[in-house]
């Protein structure tokens, strides 16, 4: 008869001959179910090469493929993760806006209506301030402007305060000023004017000089007689009043080409020219023109938001109907452990590991059963053999003294090295974190009439698998690199932190709403960045195990 080691020779496999009496009460159990043969000689070498694969992971060997396959899962629960809460928060969001958006109830379509309506806040505001009779900007350009302003009678040529009046009498005074003073110094009288001084100078210096300078000082004096037309003085006096003519026809409202004609004629044109560009009676004016482009751009505003409210609408339709189905499905009467015990078995299955359910058996501790659920990572795993051990409660007793203490043990029964334990969101201690890591523990609360909790047993899950890799790791090179798993893992725990938060926030939604649109936004960055660094690191395993 043909034996399993002999299908091994026609394989062309190495094969050592091996010779073992069998003493274990557990294995002779097993050993006995299969017939004598080679179907026992298959079974046993079976359960040898676990033995061996399972004694190789404990002395600390890692797949570097295992390893790269643990992280395109890694990666691809963190998509998933990604993409589930980004619709959801979008539904949130849009529930909020809906309140301020709505055509028929939304407060910013009201708000508007009130505003550009014929007899609304904005016509009413412009009419008080633009309108050409009666309104504030016509009041203040005729307090002014007007006829009873002071710049009107400052530029008044009848005004006896005016610019006019008052240059005239500066002028005169003036001019008076430097006639009194010219004639004091060249008169006689005044034996201190320059003349007199001049004389007496000449006169005893020189006495035959009299006669003549007689006749230039009188000449001189001459000079500065009215009298004569072509004297210097007349000739000043002449040039003075041709000045004070020119002055008089500028400022002479008479003169169409006088500068306060022509000043008048700007302030009129310009008083038109505000009147027509601020007033809604002219369509082509500038205030007709702008009220044209804010209605446009109003009613595309409407529109969009019409279109919105409808995605809205279905969203929440249909995220509505995905919640009664859930409520009417078979999980929503089971007990805790019933419940909870399809949704890991679903996640482990997902990845290819291995689901027990354990809680009625006694594990590695004499009769112990503590360890209700036995996650094995599969052969295809970063850490095949590795196990994930899980306890789960719903007894308000337990605190997180006691939670810790229990999820050690059961690790120890069932020969885990990561543990998960689960609350009843009912039964959870008060203040106790819906997701945070005790060491090589994972600390969760779940609801199971609520489908967002789920995200919670799958973190736990990711986090757990990249404790066991960190467990079964131990080059410097992958060791830096599960330093950077577990500083992501970390961002990880906080943004669910954040995410109960946007739960919060989105309950009083008109209040918080800013709040909910910057947390998601920085949300989105920060578990971006984590992704990026994940990658990054499990890049750097795949090549360390590639070339090793």
């Known amino acids: 008869m043909q034996t399993f080691a002999d299908d091994l020779h026609v394989a062309g496999l190495p094969t050592i001959l091996v010779s073992l009496e069998v003493g274990d009460p557990d294995v002779v159990v097993e050993l006995e179910k299969h017939a004598e043969g080679p179907p026992r000689e298959k079974f046993a070498l079976c359960a040898l090469r676990l033995g061996v694969l399972a004694l190789r992971q404990a002395a600390g060997e890692l797949d570097a ?3 790269r396959d643990a992280a395109q899962d890694l990666l691809q629960n963190l998509g998933q993760l990604l993409t589930k809460r980004g619709s959801e928060i979008s539904g949130d969001i849009s529930g909020a806006l809906r309140q301020y958006f709505d055509p028929s109830t939304g407060a910013l379509p009201q708000r508007i209506e009130a505003l550009l309506r014929s007899d609304g806040e904005l016509d009413r505001a412009l009419r008080a301030h633009l309108a050409p009779e009666n309104s504030t900007i016509a009041s203040a350009l005729n307090a002014h402007l007007g006829e009873g302003s002071a710049i009107f009678k400052l530029l008044s040529p009848h ?6 009046a008052q240059i005239e009498v500066a002028l005169e005074l003036a001019m008076a000023e430097q006639q009194e003073g010219i004639l004091k110094e060249f008169s006689l009288d005044n034996k201190e004017s320059a003349l007199s001084r001049l004389i007496a ?20 004096v001459g000079e500065f007689s009215l009298d004569k037309p072509d004297s210097a003085l007349s000739r000043l006096v002449a040039r003075v009043e041709n000045a004070h003519k020119r002055i008089s026809d500028e400022f002479s409202t008479d003169n169409d080409h006088s500068a306060i004609a022509r000043l008048s004629r700007m302030l009129t044109e310009t008083s038109e020219q505000i009147d027509k560009n601020l007033t809604l ?7 007709s023109r702008l009220k044209r482009e804010l209605q446009t751009m109003i009613e595309g505003l409407v529109t969009s938001n019409t279109f919105f409210q409808t995605e809205v609408r279905t969203t929440l339709a249909a995220l509505q109907a995905r919640r009664e189905e859930a409520s009417r499905s078979t999980r929503h009467g089971l007990e805790f452990q019933e419940q909870i015990g399809p949704v890991i078995a679903a996640e482990t299955q997902r990845v290819n590991d291995l689901h027990e359910t354990t809680g009625t058996t006694t594990g590695a501790i004499k009769n112990c059963k503590i360890g209700d659920f036995v996650t094995t990572l599969g052969p295809d795993s970063a850490a095949p053999g590795a196990r994930i051990a899980w306890e789960v409660k719903s007894d308000k007793s337990y605190d997180l003294k006691s939670a810790l203490s229990e999820i050690e043990q059961a690790r120890k029964n069932r020969q885990a090295q990561t543990g998960i334990f689960v609350f009843s969101s009912n039964a959870a201690p008060d203040g106790l974190q819906r997701f ?4 090589n523990d994972v600390v969760i609360t779940w609801d199971p009439e609520n489908l967002d909790s789920d995200l919670y047993i799958k973190a736990a899950y990711s986090v757990a698998r990249a404790l066991v890799i960190r467990e079964t790791h131990e080059s410097v090179e992958s060791e830096e690199a599960v330093k950077a798993i577990v500083v992501a893992t970390r961002a990880i725990e906080k943004q669910l932190e954040h995410l109960d938060h946007i739960k919060t926030w989105a309950e009083t939604t008109r209040i918080n709403g800013a709040k909910i649109a910057d947390r998601a936004v920085k949300m989105r960055e920060d578990l971006a960045d984590q992704v990026e660094v994940l990658d990054m ?5 795949r090549t360390n195990g590639a070339q090793a």
């Open 537 to 541: 690191h499990l890049n750097g395993l």
């Open 65 to 67: 493929t295992a390893v």
């Open 436 to 439: 945070a890591r005790y060491g």
């Open 201 to 220: 100078e000449l006169v005893s210096n020189n006495g035959a000089l009299r006669t003549d300078l007689k006749t230039q000082v009188n000449d001189l």
């Open 159 to 164: 005004d006896a305060n005016g610019i006019k």
């Open 281 to 287: 009676d002219d369509d082509g004016s500038s205030l």
